[in-house]
Structures are given as structure tokens and as C-alpha cells.
């Protein structure tokens, strides 16, 4: 059986009991820690037990993160530890590391921060996208970076879709029809899937018939291509705590780009619009923060609360961090045998999300980490 700490240098076995969340349908009275993975038996030769009660959820999911990223590109191994260990203290213990250019595979070696899946460096077009951030490179060039990035990833690559266009003064889309359905067949060749940073409209279309897997933030979905999307399967991480920004983003280059200023405007006036209607159309929708950018760690219960603002039944949202975001990246929540990964509230988070905000206990591989 497992040694479990509850932050005071006590060791012994960890027992979990009050709701224990197992899916949105699937309520268990208590669990048990073995080896720091879950088991719903108790130990036949339990002492020194560890107690922690409440509603309880397998840890949760941010499946747009960038740890080792900020707004100036790559940071060093401390500032990424801090950036992890506020995501875990917020109850995220999956991370979908949605691009960066730094090196994290050391946090695999750690026992106490989350875990991640890392989609490799973005990969844009020249002058298309933040500083330091990416690859950049040219159209001929995109399936061979896909296929280096589809083998240094985690299963992920992640392009960028569209960007500010210069010339044009708005956004465009960054790459032609041809390449990207190369690119992405190499990428699915490999095992790999493929997501892209889409804000505008038009880059959408040609993407999903190229057989994307993931858009992240959606924000240019229409009614011509929302049915696209549910027909094809494709899903999207909406990151409204990101586009919440998007007006402080247009006033900002109002002066020089004003159309792409008031482009940024519309889509944010719709994207409760926008989101709500991908889910009623049956669009899966996930919960990512975008965080490592410009935004802070630690917002995945923000995100939560913007989606059911934006109209998302609270058990739909719930799930998007919770069951059905690990189904979707193949990690398993808590069913037996399963990593201990958990998080304890105080109250029951299907009721109201807004209990995902204060986390009583976060267990890590069995430990009680927070």
C-alpha cells in the first residue's frame, strides 16, 4: 500500500470518502489508495489512515497550456515548475501542453506536478505569429516540420492556423489547402493529431476538410461551418478566458491595423454565441485557459464558469475538465486501478462550478499534494 503525506509529514494510507465523482452518472461512497493508484476495496491490513472527505473529482484537465512559455517565449526550469505547481494547487492535473518551445520532458520525473501532453513547438508561418514562440517557416516546409514535431510530441502537433496578415491588415489563414492535407496526413500517418490556433473564419473550412482533429478557440465558427465540424468530429477548446482579452488586443493596434481591430471585436461580441451553439450542435467543447502566454496559471475554473456563461449546461462543463476531457485524451479519471490523481471540494460542484475555485485537498500519485 501506498505512503501518502498529508503535508505535515504524516505517512500512512489514504482513504477518500463523501461523493466520490466517478462519472457524471456514477457516484461511489469512498476509495482507496494502493500503491498510489486508485482502488474501490479497502485494504485488508490498513493502518495509519489518512482521511479527506467531500465531493470528489478525478484531477482535472487544461487542454490549452503552455508550461515553460511566456509572453516573451521560452522560460527557464523554475519559472516552469512554478507555472505547474500553480496549475496543480488550482486542482489541474492533465495539461495538454498546446505548444512550447521549451524543454519539459523533466517534469515526467516528478511525482508531485501534473501530467503532460505535449503537442511539441507550434508550428507557423514566417512572421505569422508571437515572437520565440514558434517554428517558422514557409508552405513547402510544413509536412516535414509536422512529422519532426508528431515524433518529439505526445501524440499532438499544434499549427498555427491564421494569423494577422500585414498587408492585408487582418486576419488570414496561413497556409494552402494542398499543404495542409499533407501535413496533416503525416501527422495521422505517425499516430499523431492535429490541432490549430484559429481565431478568424476563413482559415476554418479548409483545415477541417484536411482533417484537423482540435481548432483551438473557435472564436470564427459560423453557421456554415459549425455543421462542418459536428459532421467531421472535430473538436474545440474555446479558451474564453483567452478571448475575453480580445478587446484589449483590437484597442491596441487600432491605430495601425483597424480592420483586424474591429475583426477581433466582432468575434468577441459573439463567443458565448459561437460556443453555445458548437455545443448545441453537438460539437465536443473542452476546457483550456491558454495560460503561459499572456494569461496566468491556475484559471481552469474560470474557464469552467465562462462556458456555462456562455450557456453550457454545468455538468456538460464539468465534464470538458473532468471525464470527458480524459476520454478524449486517453487518460483514464477514476476507475480502478487508475493513477490517484483527485481533487477534493467542499461542496458539490454539480450544482454550482464555482466550488472548482476552492479545492479543499489535491492528491497527486496517492499524495496529498495541496
Avoid at 472527505?53 to 482535472?60: A, F, K, T
Avoid at 450542435?281 to 496566468?296: F, K, N, R
Wanted: hydrophobic share 40%.
Amino acid at each position: 500500500m501506498s505512503d501518502v503525506s498529508d503535508g505535515n509529514g504524516v505517512s500512512g494510507v489514504l482513504h477518500v470518502k463523501g461523493r466520490v465523482l466517478v462519472g457524471p452518472d456514477e457516484v461511489r461512497d469512498e476509495l482507496w489508495v494502493v500503491g498510489g493508484r486508485v482502488s474501490y476495496e479497502r485494504p485488508p491490513t490498513a493502518r495509519d489512515v489518512t482521511t479527506v472527505s467531500g465531493w470528489v473529482l478525478p484531477g482535472l484537465v487544461d487542454a490549452h497550456c503552455h508550461v515553460g512559455l511566456d509572453s516573451h517565449g521560452p522560460v527557464d526550469a523554475a519559472t516552469a515548475e512554478r507555472q505547474a505547481l500553480t496549475d496543480r494547487d488550482a486542482g489541474t492535473l492533465l495539461i495538454r501542453d498546446a505548444g512550447s518551445p521549451s524543454d519539459t520532458r523533466w517534469i515526467d520525473d516528478r511525482e508531485d506536478l501534473p501530467k503532460v501532453i505535449r503537442a511539441g513547438r507550434h508550428i507557423a508561418r514566417t512572421r505569422r505569429y508571437i515572437r520565440n514562440y514558434a517554428h517558422e517557416i514557409e508552405p513547402a516546409d510544413l509536412v516535414a516540420y509536422v512529422g519532426r514535431e508528431a515524433r518529439r510530441g505526445d501524440g499532438w502537433v499544434k499549427l498555427v492556423g491564421d494569423w494577422i496578415d500585414r498587408d492585408a491588415g487582418d486576419l488570414a489563414a496561413c497556409w494552402p489547402r494542398a499543404e495542409v492535407e499533407a501535413a496533416i496526413a503525416e501527422a495521422h500517418r505517425l499516430g499523431a493529431r492535429v490541432t490549430a490556433h484559429c481565431f478568424s473564419e476563413d482559415s476554418l473550412r479548409d483545415l477541417v476538410e484536411a482533417g484537423i482533429d482540435c481548432i483551438e478557440h473557435a472564436t470564427g465558427l459560423t453557421e456554415e461551418t459549425i455543421p462542418l465540424f459536428a459532421e467531421r468530429g472535430v473538436a474545440i477548446v474555446p479558451t474564453l478566458v483567452n478571448t475575453a482579452t480580445f478587446p484589449k488586443l483590437a484597442a491596441s493596434g487600432e491605430g495601425k491595423f483597424p480592420k483586424w481591430s474591429a475583426h477581433m471585436r466582432r468575434l468577441h461580441e459573439r463567443r458565448y454565441d459561437t460556443v453555445r451553439a458548437a455545443h448545441d450542435a453537438g460539437i465536443a467543447v473542452y476546457v483550456g485557459t491558454d495560460a503561459g502566454g499572456s494569461l496566468p496559471h491556475g484559471l481552469v475554473a474560470a474557464e469552467v464558469a465562462e462556458l456555462v456563461k456562455a450557456g453550457i449546461p454545468a455538468l456538460d462543463a464539468l465534464s470538458a475538465t473532468a471525464w470527458a476531457a480524459r476520454r478524449w485524451l486517453g487518460r483514464p479519471g477514476l476507475t480502478e486501478g487508475a493513477p490517484a490523481d483527485l481533487v477534493v471540494y467542499g461542496s458539490d460542484p454539480r450544482a454550482d462550478v464555482r466550488a472548482l475555485a476552492q479545492p479543499l485537498r489535491v492528491v497527486v500519485n496517492g499524495a496529498v499534494r495541496a
